[in-house]
């Protein structure tokens, strides 16, 4: 599946969080940042990106994206 | 690429034994209700198998082969040789390949190994037993695959507690000049090796004081060093990139057409990675058995235990060809395809 737009994105990933916590997900969010991340949170965001963008995240690349934007702008270069 | 066939080579049967005392993941406490519905979804365990004190992964097995044995009609005086592969043996010295040769009952003729392998330990150990049982002409051997991995998880550790379970195995190989070849893909990458380590448990880092310290590595996660520590997303990268590649690999290599093979029993790691295996190899969830839901992860026991438990269900598996695919610590993978042909699937024990 090619990599969608930014909007896409966040509702992708905003959707794999809890409801009270998908109201406060945008393009700024750092989603290591919210009450809700964990190990399996992280499974789980993995699991989904790589099924829908064919990217495998690593440890390197939720260190270096402090923003769901940057995250995006890393699976777009991975992906490309 | 370490792919070889080997001639001459067939699994008569195969059994396993569980720990009684059943854990239900339900009742993990520090978790909130949603967390916890979440993480049972995912990882789709439900119960786990926890053995008791000193309940160990030798006595499982030797539980398991004594079952096998009588259901075979086995003579214990023509087992050749044994296998016994586990990380969580007895003693680190001696090895309990021997003891077990002894409580089993096996004759002093009978030569007998120990493989530390994990996750991949099934294969692993098959494709050595089948190579030695092949290379050298011996005619019955036993391969015993187990762990009590419980015993080295943190009780403190919300990320892996919910996943290990115990379990012991027993696999029955015999030399048979009909038997269809295994074919196997073994690999490593041992650059990963701190990706699932116990830092505390050899004559690298020896325990001192510091080892019963506990740290905390994440909220809701502390480990001594004498825990099983894990990296999780180095793991999970790991396999969701390197499985089915391997499977493909192998399959690619000795030219075996994916259509022709029935079932893909792949370790047990939980039900995400699993699936996501599954559907990158294309491969529907009706040849994907799956054993997590009662038994979690069971280290080097998945495999045999899902072809046991999964026989019950659907008896077509023992007369079937699968791959069969482990991959995990070390890091390692091992991939096989085999043909069963009418093989003994002894009834689960419970001990």
Known sequence: MPLSDLESFIDLISGLFKKNEQNQIDENTDIKQLKEWSSLQTMIVVNEIDRKYNVILDVEDFKNAESLKQLFNIIQSKGS | ?351
């Not at chain 2, 004081?209 to 790991?238: D, T, W």
Request: hydrophobic share 40%; proline share 3%; glycine share 6%.
């Open chain 2, 1 to 351: 690429m370490a792919y070889f066939s080997i001639s001459n080579i067939q699994i008569n049967g195969i059994a396993a034994a569980v720990p009684k005392n059943s854990v239900s993941n339900f009742s993990l406490e520090d978790f909130e209700k949603d967390e916890l519905n979440k993480l049972i979804d995912t990882i789709g365990i439900e119960n786990r198998r926890v053995s008791v004190h000193n309940q160990c992964a030798s006595d499982l097995c030797i539980e398991a082969a004594n079952k096998l044995i009588i259901d075979l009609g086995w003579n214990k005086n023509e087992i050749d040789c044994l296998f016994f592969v586990t990380q969580t043996p007895d003693f680190h010295l001696p090895g309990t390949a021997l003891n077990i040769q002894h409580r089993l009952g096996l004759s002093k003729s009978c030569a007998a190994f120990d493989i530390n392998q994990g996750c991949a330990g099934y294969v692993y150990g098959l494709s050595l037993i089948a190579s030695f049982m092949s290379s050298s002409g011996l005619k019955k051997g036993l391969l015993l695959v187990g762990d009590t991995i419980t015993k080295l998880v943190s009780p403190l550790d919300k990320s892996l507690l919910p996943v290990f379970s115990d379990c012991g195995t027993a696999t029955a190989i015999s030399f048979n000049s009909e038997a269809s070849k295994m074919y196997f893909n073994i690999t490593s990458e041992g650059e990963s090796f701190e990706s699932i380590i116990v830092p505390d448990s050899g004559f690298k880092n020896q325990v001192s004081e510091e080892s019963f310290n506990y740290c905390e590595i994440a909220p809701g996660i502390q480990r001594q060093g004498i825990h099983l520590a894990m990296k999780g997303l180095e793991v999970l990268n790991f396999s969701l990139k390197k499985v089915a590649p391997h499977i493909d690999g192998l399959l690619q290599n000795f030219e075996l057409n994916k259509n022709s093979l029935d079932y893909f029993v792949l370790h047990q790691a939980n039900k995400l990675i699993l699936e996501s295996i599954g559907a990158k190899l294309n491969v529907p969830l009706n040849k994907l058995p799956s054993s997590l839901k009662e038994f979690g992860n069971t280290s080097c026991a998945t495999i045999p235990l899902t072809i046991v438990t999964y026989a019950k269900i659907n008896s077509n598996i023992i007369d079937s060809k699968l791959v069969l695919s482990g991959f995990g610590v070390g890091l390692s993978l091992g991939s096989a395809v085999v043909e069963f042909n009418n093989i003994i699937c002894s009834d689960l024990i419970e001990i």
